[in-house]
């Protein structure tokens, strides 16, 4: 069984700065793409990051140049960098990695439990 536990959330001032992880664990045989998702109440599900297994990497233009997704490989650990935070990138944020597991040996998507981000003064 794979899980995704993800950490780093809380509240920050305009302009500042959050790193959230999100860690996978278990039966893991391979690690696709890696994404960052955000959902702010009443509206849709937004993806905002997304890391291929190239090291591509792609951001819509509300986070371009403030968010950063990288990975370290090792730890099957995945990173979203958030800074110049504002207060419309309040939401809950999501991670979903797309993961080949051992046993039983299947490929799905999986997600963490989301993470509150709240910007405010």
């Known amino acids: 069984q794979v899980q995704l536990v993800e950490s780093g959330g809380g509240l920050v001032q305009p302009g500042g700065s959050l790193r959230l992880s999100c860690a996978a664990s278990?039966?893991?045989?391979?690690?696709?793409?890696m994404r960052w998702f955000r959902q702010a109440p009443g509206t849709q599900r937004e993806l905002v990051a997304i890391l291929a297994p190239s090291g591509s990497t792609n951001y819509p233009d509300s986070v371009k140049d403030r968010f950063t997704i990288s990975r370290d490989s090792a730890k099957n650990t995945v990173y979203l960098q958030m800074d110049s935070l504002k207060p419309e990138d309040t939401a809950v944020y999501y991670c979903a990695q797309t993961i080949r597991s051992v046993f039983p040996t299947r490929t799905q998507d999986y997600w963490g439990q989301g993470i509150q981000v709240t910007v405010s003064s």
């Open positions: 278990g039966s893991i045989g391979s690690i696709y793409n």
